[in-house]
Nanobody
């Protein structure tokens, strides 16, 4: 599986962006068991989880983005999205798409933004918010 992000851009405070992650080298089916998520890292800061979605479509969002960001996926298109609204300067970061097989951890309950030990990572897309 390979992950390729796009959609990063420079926008003003209050603006919106939609990030896209295309999954290649793997085809999702009803038996797929991947937890997927969006993570971000700003210069000088730790990588942090933004949002995750498990194999049954249950999503979780970090408190810092709750109500502003929405993770979603289209398994038919092998694509993961992150809709970002009301962007703030603190949202500026490199955003990464990531995935891990849930079977490694015995189920889906670990699939939350605090879990950053994903196996597969994209190269990132840069989001810059200016005031």
């Amino acid at each position: 599986m390979q992950l390729t992000e796009s959609g990063g851009d420079s926008v003003q405070v209050g603006g919106s962006l939609r990030l896209t992650c295309v999954i290649s080298g793997y085809t999702f089916t009803w038996q797929s068991s991947y937890c997927m998520g969006w993570f971000r890292q700003a210069p000088g800061r730790e990588r942090e989880g933004v949002a995750t979605i498990d194999s049954r479509g249950h999503s979780e969002h970090a408190a810092s983005v709750e109500g502003r960001f929405t993770i979603s996926r289209n398994t038919g298109l092998n694509t993961l999205y992150l809709e970002m609204n009301d962007l703030k300067p603190d949202d500026s970061a490199m955003y990464y798409c990531a995935a891990v097989d849930e079977r490694q951890y015995g189920g889906r309950s670990f699939c939350v933004p605090d879990f950053t030990t994903m196996d597969i990572w994209g190269k990132g897309t840069l989001v810059t918010i200016s005031s």
